[in-house]
């Protein structure tokens, strides 16, 4: 089944963040920042889809790994490249950090990091906060 990466004229129901640690920086976004035109195309369609569907994004696009961390599958030049996220605040998705698959499970350090960074990320921003930082209406 082919999953519709057409743009919706309709309000995104999520709103993506990158995750940023103490001093700024975001794993993620400088991961895609580096890569080329076609290749930050490909993964802008699958973040509009995931904005669009949050949740309901069904595999081979996304999938749930275990408590709360979910993976956003995009192959780029033949690579499996996974974005690791997490669904907060009953608006929001946090992207925590990104890497190339090289097997067929993902790397339980990977997993682990997430959950450090979606801690970090939890304990730094309440509710209230996040939503007068993005424009989000409660």
């Not at 990466?5 to 400088?30: A, C, L, N, Q």
């Not at 490909?42 to 069904?58: D, I």
Request: contains cysteine; positive net charge.
């Amino acid at each position: 089944m082919m999953y519709n990466m057409t743009m919706s004229s309709d309000k995104p129901k999520w709103k993506i963040i990158y995750y940023r640690d103490k001093k700024g920086r975001s794993e993620v976004f400088d991961f895609f920042a580096k890569r080329k035109a076609g290749e930050k195309a490909k993964v802008a369609a699958f973040m509009r889809c995931l904005e669009n569907e949050g949740p309901q994004l069904p595999r081979p696009y996304a999938d749930l790994l275990e408590d709360g961390i979910h993976e956003l599958r995009v192959k780029l030049k033949g690579n499996q490249t996974r974005v690791l996220y997490f669904f907060c605040y009953r608006s929001f998705i946090v992207l925590t950090n990104v890497f190339i698959k090289k097997s067929d499970k993902v790397p339980p350090k990977e997993i682990r990091k997430a959950k450090k960074l979606r801690a970090d990320f939890l304990e730094r921003n309440d509710e209230q906060s996040l939503r007068r930082k993005t424009n989000v209406d409660i």
